[in-house]
């Protein structure tokens, strides 16, 4: 079993940045590929940040594509989302995913697949 539990989330004027965090814990040694799923009132789920543990690719929609980056430190375990240049539209709420594969990065975002999922972090974005 994997926990992830995100954190960062907030109220973000549109243009702001926000950089959200998961702390994954348990057999994180099963973890395939990460990523950062999101999902808006009415919306449907959608990934914007997917990253392989294997070679380290990653894959974003082109929603964000430019301003969402995904990275890593294996060393504490934990994933990041930074997300600049924010928009009203980006506003959801932001789920931490881990797949233990094999799964590609793009099908993980497009999908929004995961075996193991965080609680969520809101990120509103309005002035």
């Known amino acids: 079993q994997v926990q992830l539990v995100e954190s960062g989330g907030g109220l973000v004027q549109p243009g702001g940045s926000l950089r959200l965090s998961c702390a994954a814990s348990?057999?994180?040694?099963?973890?395939?590929?990460i990523g950062w799923v999101r999902q808006a009132p009415g919306k449907e789920r959608e990934g914007v940040g997917c990253?392989?543990?294997?070679?380290?690719?990653?894959y974003y929609p082109d929603s964000v594509k430019g301003r969402f980056t995904i990275s890593r430190d294996n060393a504490k375990n934990m994933v990041y989302l930074q997300m600049n240049s924010l928009k009203p539209e980006d506003t959801a709420v932001y789920y931490c995913?881990?797949?233990?594969?094999?799964?590609?990065?793009?099908?993980?975002?497009?999908?929004?697949?995961?075996?193991?999922w965080g609680q969520g972090t809101q990120v509103t974005v309005s002035s």
């Open positions: 348990g057999s994180t040694s099963d973890i395939y590929a």
């Open positions: 990253m392989s543990n294997s070679d380290d690719s990653t």
């Open positions: 995913a881990a797949d233990r594969g094999p799964i590609a990065v793009e099908a993980m975002c497009v999908l929004g697949a995961g075996d193991y």
